[in-house]
């Protein structure tokens, strides 16, 4: 059996709401869309020169021979998906797709793929929001100047099974252009938001401006606020400026939920994004309406209540 090592961009794709689906229109037609969105993910991948190593459940993975390819690739994945939904049953659950590309040597055996960019990219799932493209580093050098300018970097992340942080980073422009202030909650607050104060319970208030973010929530002592609670992940939830706004947007196993000061109803979010705005306060891995719940203390401040 022979061994072929070469560069490549590795791109894992997972689309996830399949679960809700099935239960919402039944076996036979939830699998339906699932196998024909997988399969236009797959000529996607194929048209932009890539090689579909595999389709895993309600994913794939393939590899290509530039980042420019396999970004570009992601971009119109992730269009593709636009228009399913936009097509589809408005009453129906939604699918998300999530992107992970890496970029560096792999070993190509039997037909499929091993080495530290497959992992890397494995891994990267683990971190990426709803329907969000994350990439790396070499990914990121490997595009052209305008491809580059999409990207917003999410500086270094501890990536499981990793012992070294890996530089990340986010395409942007489609979050810019969605309404995602409005995904998970009816208000609506067109104010300026340009610096965010945030704290734990019993401790002074730390203020933040837009620049220095995104703030890491988590277990992991690295976060910018460090919880030491069983239900928090490590890298729990991640707080992000664009758009004019800061969001929070959840990364964990357990969830994160937000209550806003005087609304009694719990935002829950599960790989999820939340405009935050007012006052109140986040819950990680628990509502904070549950007694010893982790709580991360919010007020956002305009350029005009300063």
């Not at 990207?151 to 070294?164: T, Y």
Request: proline share 4%.
């Amino acid at each position: 059996m022979t061994a072929a090592s070469s560069d490549r961009t590795v791109m894992f794709a997972d689309l996830r709401g399949s679960t809700a689906l099935y239960g919402s229109l039944g076996n036979a037609q939830a699998a339906t869309i699932v196998t024909q969105t997988i399969a236009l993910l797959c000529n996607v991948a194929v048209k932009n020169a890539g090689r579909v190593v595999k389709t895993l459940g309600d994913g794939l993975m393939a590899v290509f021979d530039t980042p420019q390819r396999g970004v570009e690739a992601a971009y119109e994945m992730q269009e593709s998906i636009n228009r399913i939904l936009a097509e589809a049953d408005t009453d129906s659950p939604a699918l998300k797709l999530y992107i992970g590309l890496a970029h560096g040597e792999i070993v190509e055996v039997a037909g499929d793929c091993f080495g530290d960019a497959v992992n890397v990219s494995a891994r990267l799932l683990d971190h990426a929001g709803e329907s969000e493209v994350l990439i790396t580093h070499p990914v990121f050098e490997g595009l052209r100047a305008p491809d580059r300018q999409r990207f917003r970097s999410l500086e270094r992340l501890h990536l499981r099974g990793r012992a070294e942080p890996c530089h990340v980073y986010r395409l942007e422009s489609r979050h810019d252009d969605s309404p995602t202030s409005t995904l998970f909650t009816d208000f609506t607050d067109t104010s300026y938001a340009d610096r965010i104060r945030l704290s734990l319970a019993g401790e002074l208030p730390r203020g933040f401006g837009s620049q220095q973010t995104p703030l890491m929530l988590g277990r992991s002592p690295e976060s910018t606020f460090c919880i030491d609670d069983a239900r928090v992940s490590r890298l729990h939830a991640r707080i992000e400026w664009h758009g004019g706004n800061f969001h929070l947007a959840d990364q964990s196993s357990n969830g994160s939920y937000v209550r806003f000061s005087g609304r009694a109803e719990v935002v829950s979010l599960r790989r999820g994004v939340c405009m935050l705005h007012g006052s109140g306060v986040i819950g990680l891995g628990a509502s904070p309406a549950e007694p010893g719940a982790a709580c991360v203390y919010f007020e956002v401040l305009s350029a005009t209540s300063r």
